[in-house]
T-cell receptor
C-alpha cells in the first residue's frame, strides 16, 4: 500500500467516453504530478501542480484535462482518448516542486485501456 | 534539455554486489534520485544525491560526480526480491526527468 491513493485501479473506456482518474494524498504535500507510463518505459511527466496551481504542462493533448480541487486531491479528466493513450497513469506527490531533496511518492496507478 | 543513459538490463547472482550506472547531460541540476519499480507496481524512492560523494542506506548506496555527470547505485547482498527496474531521475527546475531504467534480474 502507498500513501498516495489512486482510483480506479483499472479503467476500460471507449474513444467517445468521458471519465476521470482520481488521486488523493494526506501527507501535506503541496506538489502533485501526473505521469504516463508505457510498458517497459519510464514514467513520462504530464502535469505538475504546485500549491493547487498548474505549473508545468508538458505539451499534453487537450483530451487530458487536469484539475486540483484542493491540496489533497488531483483529478485527470479524460475525453475522446485514442488507443495509443492506453497506459499506466501514475500520480505522485512531494512536499513542494522546488524542494531539492524531497522525493516523489507515487500511487499504484490506474491502468487505462482505450477500446 | 536533459539526456539520461542507463544500461537496459543487468543480471546478477543472489548474495553478490551489483553496480547500476547512470550518466546524464542536463541544462540545470538540482539533484539525482534513484527509484525502484517492481513490475506492475509504483516506483519507490531509494536515494538522493546532490553533492559529490557516496550516500549509504543499508544495502543500497548511491554515488554522484557532478563534474562527470555520473551516478551509480550499488546494491549489496543481493536478494531475489531486488529483481526490479531501477530508475535514475535528474531533478531540474520544478520537475524530474527519468532515465529509461535498468531491469535487474537476480538469479539463485
Amino acid at each position: 500500500d502507498t500513501e498516495v491513493t489512486q482510483t480506479p485501479k483499472h479503467l476500460v473506456m471507449g474513444m467517445t467516453n468521458k471519465k476521470s482518474l482520481k488521486c488523493e494524498q494526506h501527507m501535506g504535500h503541496r506538489a502533485m504530478y501526473w505521469y504516463k507510463q508505457k510498458a517497459k518505459k519510464p514514467p513520462e511527466l504530464m502535469f505538475v501542480y504546485s500549491y493547487e496551481k498548474l505549473s508545468i504542462n508538458e505539451s499534453v493533448p487537450s483530451r487530458f484535462s487536469p484539475e486540483c480541487p484542493n491540496s489533497s486531491l488531483l483529478n485527470l479528466h479524460l475525453h475522446a482518448l485514442q488507443p495509443e493513450d492506453s497506459a499506466l497513469y501514475l500520480c505522485a506527490s512531494s512536499s513542494t516542486s522546488g524542494a531539492y531533496n524531497q522525493p516523489q511518492h507515487f500511487g499504484d496507478g490506474t491502468r487505462l485501456s482505450i477500446l | 534539455g536533459q539526456n539520461i543513459d542507463q544500461p537496459t538490463e543487468m543480471t546478477a547472482t543472489e548474495g553478490a554486489i551489483v553496480q547500476i550506472n547512470c550518466t546524464y547531460q542536463t541544462s540545470g541540476f538540482n539533484g539525482l534520485f534513484w527509484y525502484q519499480q517492481h513490475a506492475g507496481e509504483a516506483p519507490t524512492f531509494l536515494s538522493y544525491n546532490v553533492l559529490d560523494g557516496l550516500e549509504e542506506k543499508g544495502r543500497f548506496s548511491s554515488f554522484l560526480s557532478r563534474s562527470k555527470g555520473y551516478s551509480y547505485l550499488l546494491l549489496k547482498e543481493l536478494q531475489m526480491k531486488d529483481s526490479a527496474s531501477y530508475l535514475c531521475a535528474v531533478k531540474g527546475a520544478g520537475k524530474s526527468t527519468f532515465g529509461d531504467g535498468t531491469t535487474l534480474t537476480v538469479k539463485p
